[in-house]
């Protein structure tokens, strides 16, 4: 049986999918939940606790769902674009939109989301990493491809344009699928270049 903190959170989510955190109260939260401010304080010790519990679950059921899309792929899908299919779902957008609206207030506060940001960055990096083609493989191509999704999707909730935005993602995929057929030698040498050009420049006249 859940725990009455899980119960909570789980509920928390739930009420911020529908109601975003912009103007975020305890009470009318507490009271939409079946509970009261008191015991979310309680439980979680502050608003901003609570946001980086929420965040933190977010990212689980989003990471647990990345896996899962990924599994159930065809061989030669594009990860990214299976995600995004995923993510752009009505039902599964709104996760999307809280992730991102809270991610910004945690930027804002890095002495209580720090932690929780350097985490989320790594192991999204892993999974996307471990996802990419071995040929073009690398943090530096995770890093992109993840960089990209963020920048389309917050586009995407921006303007509501899916079409454009999707297509955008597409035109990414090609770009990435040329860089796949250059094969992996270049990539790499791609990837060393900035440090190569360091060296020179560190180099007496």
Same mark, same amino acid.
Not at 62 to 79: I, Y
Not at 113 to 121: D, M, P
């Given at each position: 049986m859940a725990s009455r903190k899980g119960q909570l959170l789980s509920a928390a989510v739930d009420y911020l999918v529908e109601h975003g955190v912009a103007d975020l109260s305890l009470r009318p939260m507490a009271a939409a *939940? /079946?509970? !009261? #401010?008191?015991? $979310? *304080?309680?439980?979680?010790? !502050?608003?901003?606790r609570l946001l980086l519990e929420v965040l933190g679950e977010i990212q689980r059921r $989003? =990471?647990? !769902?990345?896996? !899962?899309?990924? #599994? /159930?792929? &065809? &061989? %030669? #899908? =594009? &990860?990214i674009r299976q995600f995004w299919r995923w993510a752009t779902r009505p039902e599964n957008l709104p996760y999307l939109r809280l992730l991102y609206e809270v991610q910004i207030i945690a930027i804002q506060n890095p002495k209580v989301?720090? %932690?929780?940001? /350097?985490?989320? #960055?790594t192991e999204w990096i892993g999974l996307a990493e471990g996802a990419l083609a071995a040929s073009i493989r690398s943090r530096v191509m995770a890093t992109l491809c993840i960089a990209v999704f963020d920048g389309l999707f917050l586009e995407l909730l921006s303007t509501g344009d899916r079409a454009r935005t999707t297509r955008a993602l597409d035109r990414f995929i090609a770009i990435v699928q040329a860089a796949t057929r250059a094969g992996p030698t270049r990539h790499r040498r791609s990837d060393r270049a900035p440090r190569r050009a360091r060296s020179r420049r560190a180099r007496p006249a």
């Open positions: *939940i /079946g509970t !009261s #401010a008191r015991l $979310l *304080i309680f439980h979680f010790t !502050s608003k901003e $989003l =990471q647990t !769902s990345f896996v !899962s899309v990924m #599994a /159930g792929a &065809p &061989p %030669r #899908a =594009q &990860p989301f720090g %932690r929780y940001l /350097g985490k989320a #960055a």
